[in-house]
């Protein structure tokens, strides 16, 4: 099913996430919904914390063309080796809707994690899957991207963040 996606602020988003010790068929699930969510935003990665599971699990799906998926469910990733060469992508993010800014980050990413059949797994990711990858392994340690921008920037996009939250709040009653 397609959960809801929280909006920064919200202290969910800056916690540092638990890791997973079992993977279950509620963990299975709750990776199936995010996978769901992530396609309906439409968005390219999601990571458990944004549906407010303070959880070490990611989604991605970077696809290469529309009509070939690769939907990627990831337990425990870890960031492993970072090349010393960077890129920058303006980013975007689903909890902070609208607001997109130039972040730099190494443009090759060695990244290990168990998959949905309790399998290790090890890849190198590069290009917008390595820019994904870190952005959502980011959300996992409390991390955001406006978190790289300086202070001004970064506060002004709460402001606003805080602004559509009222705003979302008065619609709602
Ligand atoms: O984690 C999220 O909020 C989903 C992010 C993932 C992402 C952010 C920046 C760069 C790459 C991935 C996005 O909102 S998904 C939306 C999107 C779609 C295409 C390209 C970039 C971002
Ligand atoms: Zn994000």
């Known amino acids: 099913m397609i959960r809801p996606i929280l909006i920064h602020p919200d202290p969910r988003l800056k916690k540092q996430c638990d890791p ?8 299975r699930r709750l990776a ?21 599971i303070t ?3 990611i989604v991605m799906d ?19 080796w970072t090349s010393d060469t960077l890129s ?4 975007g993010c689903l909890s902070i809707p609208e607001q997109y ?25 590069e290009g917008l899957w390595a820019t994904c990858v870190q952005h959502e392994i980011d959300h996992l340690n409390g991390k955001l991207f406006i978190d790289y921008l300086g202070l001004m920037r970064r506060q002004m996009i709460t402001r606003k963040m805080e602004k559509l939250k009222r705003e979302i709040a008065r619609e709602g009653r």
Do not use: H
């Open 55 to 57: 959880k070490r699990l």
């Open 62 to 80: 970077c696809m290469k063309s529309p009509d070939a998926p690769r939907p990627l469910i990831l337990f425990n990733p870890q960031v492993t």
């Open 101 to 125: 800014a130039d972040v730099q980050r190494p443009d090759r990413a060695t990244v290990t994690w168990t998959d949905e059949t309790g399998t290790a797994q090890e890849e190198t990711f």
């Open 32 to 52: 199936s919904d995010m996978l769901e969510t992530m396609y309906d935003a439409p968005g390219i990665g999601l990571a458990a914390p944004q549906v407010g």
């Open 88 to 91: 920058t992508y303006e980013e």
């Open 20 to 27: 997973i010790r079992e993977i279950t068929a509620d963990l």
